[in-house]
Nanobody, 116 residues
Framework: QVQLVESGGGLVQAGGSLRLSCAAS????????MGWFRQAPGKERASVAT????????SYADSVKGRFTISRDNAKNTVYLQMNSLKPEDTAVYYC?????????WGQGTQVTVSS
């Protein structure tokens, strides 16, 4: 079974940057389109960004377009999310998973808190 381990979150001031990482186990990682999702307190989990199997195609939620960049390294079974110009509304727990339809399990996520 695939395991997903997110890291890189933290507390940052508005306007700052963070880089999230997601290490995935399993031999089929390079065959799977991946994405980052986030869940803010009191809200449903939502897609933030997706990336194709090769990394050649990406898509973003309107709220993060131009600020966030998703990438992947298939040799390292890792997907990244570079987050710049962070805003307080980006505060959430961030998860990676298969995208656009996630597996029926999730990692522990990584908390991102943006202070104003």
């Amino acid at each position: 079974q695939v395991q997903l381990v997110e890291s890189g979150g933290g507390l940052v001031q508005a306007g700052g940057s963070l880089r999230l990482s997601c290490a995935a186990s399993g031999r089929t990682f390079s065959n799977v389109p991946m994405g980052w999702f986030r869940q803010a307190p009191g809200k449903e989990r939502a897609s933030v960004a997706t990336i194709s199997r090769s990394g050649s195609s990406t898509s973003y939620a309107d709220s993060v377009k131009g600020r966030f960049t998703i990438s992947r390294d298939n040799a390292k079974n890792t997907v990244y999310l570079q987050m710049n110009s962070l805003k307080p509304e980006d505060t959430a727990v961030y998860y990676c998973n298969k995208a656009p339809v996630p597996y029926d399990f999730w990692g522990q996520g990584t908390q991102v808190t943006v202070s104003s």
